[in-house]
């Protein structure tokens, strides 16, 4: 049985048609027209689908539409502007983290999170924080520094 969900994505207002259980992922993607986040796993286990929902990272892949509420969406695209990037999107591009770019949503929303609470993050606090994330191409060593860059940027 569909039923009506007005979404705040970006800042932006959406109306979304949907059965209750579709996932949060597939009214991002197919309703509201975003390219981000990215359909992974579809098991909340490689983060590809993160989105902040009134701040907090959220697996959107396993995130029925019924418990967004009237939660604030952001997703990569909200983070920052190619005008003004987020501190963790300049240090991605300084570190030359990107390699094939799939899993950069799940990383760059999960370490925004993050630091918007942590501003002075130890290592040992950013990997905990970045647990359960996965990077096929293998650039866990890249993204950690830039994570540090985007902390001591906003410290």
């Given at each position: 049985?569909?039923?009506?969900?007005?979404?705040?994505?970006?800042?932006?207002?959406?109306?979304?048609?949907?059965?209750?259980?579709?996932?949060?992922?597939?009214?991002?993607?197919?309703?509201?027209?975003?390219?981000?986040?990215?359909?992974?796993?579809?098991l909340a286990q490689c983060g590809a689908c993160t989105v902040h929902l009134d701040g907090?990272?959220?697996r959107s892949c396993i995130t029925p539409l019924s418990a967004v509420g009237n939660a604030n969406i952001t997703t990569l695209a909200g983070l920052g502007t190619p005008e003004?990037?987020?501190?963790?999107?300049?240090?991605?591009?300084?570190?030359?983290?990107?390699?094939?770019?799939?899993?950069?949503?799940?990383?760059?929303?999960?370490?925004?999170?993050?630091?918007?609470?942590?501003?002075?993050?130890?290592?040992?606090?950013?990997?905990?924080?970045?647990?359960?994330?996965?990077?096929?191409?293998?650039?866990?060593?890249?993204?950690?520094?830039?994570?540090?860059?985007?902390?001591?940027?906003?410290?």
């Amino acid at each position: 049985m569909s039923q009506r969900f007005m979404l705040t994505v970006n800042g932006q207002s959406h109306t979304v048609d949907a059965d209750p259980d579709m996932p949060l992922l597939y009214a991002l993607r197919g309703d509201v027209g975003l390219n981000n986040p990215h359909f992974g796993c579809g098991l909340a286990q490689c983060g590809a689908c993160t989105v902040h929902l009134d701040g907090q990272p959220t697996r959107s892949c396993i995130t029925p539409l019924s418990a967004v509420g009237n939660a604030n969406i952001t997703t990569l695209a909200g983070l920052g502007t190619p005008e003004k990037p987020h501190p963790l999107q300049t240090a991605y591009i300084e570190e030359q983290v990107p390699q094939c770019g799939y899993c950069i949503n799940g990383w760059l929303m999960t370490a925004a999170a993050f630091l918007a609470t942590k501003k002075k993050p130890t290592e040992a606090e950013i990997k905990e924080a970045l647990t359960g994330l996965k990077c096929r191409c293998g650039t866990h060593i890249s993204i950690l520094k830039a994570v540090k860059r985007a902390a001591a940027m906003m410290g």
